[in-house]
């Protein structure tokens, strides 16, 4: 019944209960998961566990906290990775400039290799953009890609508009249910529900009334809570609808469950 779009089930903090805390969110409701690399050897485990679960997808790519040592080798093992079935997003690629753990012409750089990468093995991209909204939708635009997510959106109503009229669609997460998340509460009750999905991105991010804990995908209830009180739609129909937005997503190429 829900449909994770961002997890990182590769996480040390799994390391203890990964296994079964997988077959207990399956047996939850969660059908789909799409584990999201951030890294090569992150990119690899996601690969790994999409060959372990039939319900599991696997994003391939390098966050901009990691670019700074990616090279052309990276970009030539992402390609040969996305050929592979399970394979249905490259990211999370992007923009991070809260942290700026990798320098920004670095950043920029890679994050444009790699929508050229995702543009040529035509995959839907997973973005991650952290104080750098403009930069991102620039960049993006000046691509030829046009379809993936904007992942943990954290822009205002109007750069949400300026994204699904490009084509993309707004991931939104624990942070809707937050105090001080008010931007993004605003930003849900301006767009469709047809242009929103539903991510946990699990270890991190848990939604309150869990806040602070280690996340799982079983919390996606409270997201989908949140936006069900915000749209005035039953859950059932948000967790449905998001559903069907995500497989639009990663499904173009290769059939998700
Ligand atoms: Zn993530």
């Given amino acids: 019944m829900y449909f994770e779009s961002h997890a990182h089930y590769d996480d040390a903090k799994f390391d203890e209960n990964r296994d079964i805390l997988i077959e207990e969110t ?19 485990k996601s690969i790994e566990l999409s060959e372990r ?18 090279t052309d080798k990276d970009i030539e093992k ?23 753990l ?64 490009m084509g993309f669609y707004i991931g939104v997460g624990g ?21 929103i999905l539903i991510e946990t991105d699990s270890p991190y991010l848990s939604p309150e009334p869990v ?3 280690v996340n799982n995908s079983q919390n996606l209830k409270y997201i989908v809570e949140k936006i069900s009180d915000i749209k005035q739609i039953s859950p059932q129909k948000v967790a449905k609808i998001t559903s069907e937005n995500a497989k639009v997503v990663f499904c173009n190429k290769k059939v998700v469950a």
């Fill in 175 to 195: 942070v809707v249910t937050f105090k001080n998340g008010r931007k993004l509460v605003e930003v849900v009750q301006e767009i469709p529900l047809e242009r």
């Fill in 53 to 70: 679960y039939p319900y599991i997808y696997a994003a391939v790519g390098v966050h901009p906290h990691d670019v700074k040592d990616m």
């Fill in 211 to 213: 806040r602070g804990t």
């Fill in 102 to 165: 990798s320098p920004r012409d670095s950043q920029r750089y890679w994050f444009e290799r790699q929508l050229a990468l995702a543009w040529e093995v035509e995959l839907p991209v997973v973005i991650h953009s952290r104080e750098a909204t403009q930069e991102t939708f620039d960049i993006i635009k000046a691509s030829n890609v046009r379809r993936g997510v904007i992942h943990a959106f954290s822009g205002s109503v109007d750069f949400a508009r300026r994204y699904i009229d």
């Fill in 26 to 44: 399956h047996a939850f409701g969660v059908d789909t998961i799409i584990n999201i690399g951030a890294d090569m050897e992150s990119s690899q």
């Fill in 78 to 100: 992402l390609r040969e990775w996305s050929r592979l079935e399970k394979v249905v997003a490259i990211g999370e690629i992007g923009l991070d400039y809260h942290y700026d």
